[in-house]
């Protein structure tokens, strides 16, 4: 438990991220995190999928980075209004309301096509080039329950942007689910089976995030592990991993971030 001292250290570090956020024109402090990540790794790369964008920041940061001739998508259960935003081209900046859970690969280029008037082709010239997943549950108090959920959260965007077959190495010799956590429909909490796809045969389930593209996802750390299985998944599809915390990550906070680079 955090004592006194390390909470108000922790509130102090967090007001400074939030007045430097307010300084530079961006909707959150969490803008941070993503340029400390670009910086360490140039993660932003090409036209970039951004899966729980509220309430804009990383997009902002991504309108500054990426090429002129790229775009981005944003989606997020809540609406995330664009405009009056510093930084971002509304141009080529969309955003989407929409739960991630009922997103598969179709319907990601499907968005694509009517949102941002981009093919809807799944050829790798029509992938993104970044997939980032800042993607967080609402959080109860409960470190494993909490965890599961981010868990859920995060695996889903693994599969959207490697395919489902990604998930296949986490099966054991008995095709078993072999993952650290227990997940049930109902709970917020997604297995294998417990989440609707609809994605309809081997060669359209690639996912989003072309060859040689970047993925970043958010994971809170928790009892039953988490970390390892996303390794487990991510490792023999990218040239590289690193798991990083952000120096504006609130001291109490369990999130880390994979990186994971040069999708093979």
Avoid at 229 to 242: G, M, N, R, V
Wanted: glycine residues 10%; aromatic residues 6%.
């Amino acid at each position: 438990r955090a004592t006194p001292a390390a909470r108000m250290a922790s509130r102090k570090l967090a007001d400074h991220y939030a007045k430097a956020a307010k300084t530079a024109g961006y909707a959150a402090r969490s803008a941070f995190k993503l340029l400390e990540m670009h910086e360490k790794f140039q993660v932003v790369k090409g036209t970039v999928l951004d899966l729980g964008c509220h309430p804009g920041a990383w997009l902002q940061v991504v309108s500054k980075l990426q090429p002129p001739d790229s775009f981005a998508l944003g989606v997020d259960l809540s609406a995330t209004d664009l405009s009056g935003l510093k930084h971002v081209d509304v141009k080529r900046t969309f955003t989407v309301q929409s739960d991630v859970f009922e997103l598969c690969e179709q319907s990601v280029a499907a968005l694509r096509h009517t949102a941002c008037d981009r093919p809807s082709s799944s050829n790798s010239s029509a992938g993104f080039g970044t997939v980032l997943s800042d993607l967080a549950p609402s959080t109860t108090g409960s470190k494993h329950t909490d965890a599961a959920a981010s868990y859920a959260l995060a695996e889903h965007a693994v599969r959207l942007a490697i395919g489902e077959g990604a998930l296949d190495v986490l099966d054991d010799e008995d095709g078993n689910d072999a993952r650290g956590f227990d997940y049930h429909e109902g709970t917020g909490d997604a297995k294998r089976g417990g989440v609707s796809h609809s994605i309809a045969s081997d060669d359209q389930q690639k996912g989003v995030l072309r060859v040689g593209g970047n993925l970043v996802v958010k994971l809170l750390e928790g009892p039953g592990g988490g970390r390892g299985d996303l390794q487990t998944i991510c490792k023999p599809h990218f040239a590289s991993l690193k798991w990083f915390r952000p120096k504006a990550t609130r001291n109490e906070s369990t999130e880390v971030f994979l990186v994971a680079r040069g999708r093979k």
